[in-house]
């Protein structure tokens, strides 16, 4: 055991992501995001419910039943899942790009330079005017370098667009 396991710190990283990288300042993300999810996964159980409760009414098949079992036992590990997702997500800006973190099982790290993005964009769908909350979509000249910070507030969303925006314009006017 070392000194920084007796002070309750965790032991230095073991690899590029683990932890994520400590040198920044994270911001994280409006918990109210959870609540948004689990709305989403409720409708979509309700559905799959009601279809299967049909199905198994019609059919009087006992698999239609088990069906129906699976989909609650699913759900419920995936709304546990959903809180543990959401305190995962997170975003740090930095002088020359943004990085995006994000994932439990397979953790993703994006790092954005500004010089690279193209456009930035905010959206917020029914669910998430509901709880006030925003989404800032970044696109690079590479599709598979895209990243989004969701449940943000939209005047947190706003800014973080404007500024995105005039670092991007800043940068690529240097190249």
């Known amino acids: 055991m070392n000194g920084d396991d007796l002070a309750g710190r965790p032991p230095a990283p073991t690899g590029p992501m683990e932890p ?16 948004v999810e689990l ?26 039943g088990a069906a129906m079992g699976v989909a609650l036992l699913l759900a419920a ?11 995962a997500w997170g975003y740090a800006e930095r002088a020359d790009d943004l990085l995006v973190r994000h994932g439990l099982l397979v953790r993703r790290l994006s790092i954005v330079p500004y010089s690279r993005m193209q456009f930035v964009d905010v959206s917020a769908g029914p669910l998430e ?10 696109h690079t000249a590479a599709a ?3 990243a989004r910070v969701p449940g943000l507030r939209p005047a947190e969303a706003s800014r973080l667009r404007d500024r995105l925006t005039a670092l991007g314009e800043d940068r690529a006017e240097g190249l």
Do not use: K, N
């Open 39 to 64: 709305i989403r996964l409720g409708i979509g159980l309700g559905v799959a419910l009601v279809v299967l409760g049909v199905a198994w009414a019609l059919a009087g098949h006992w698999l239609f």
């Open 20 to 35: 994520w990288p400590d040198t920044v300042r994270w911001q994280p993300i409006s918990r109210d995001l959870i609540w």
């Open 144 to 146: 598979a370098s895209d």
């Open 77 to 87: 590990w995936r709304a546990v899942t959903i809180v543990r997702a959401v305190r």
């Open 129 to 138: 005017r509901a709880f006030d909350l925003a989404t800032v979509q970044l």
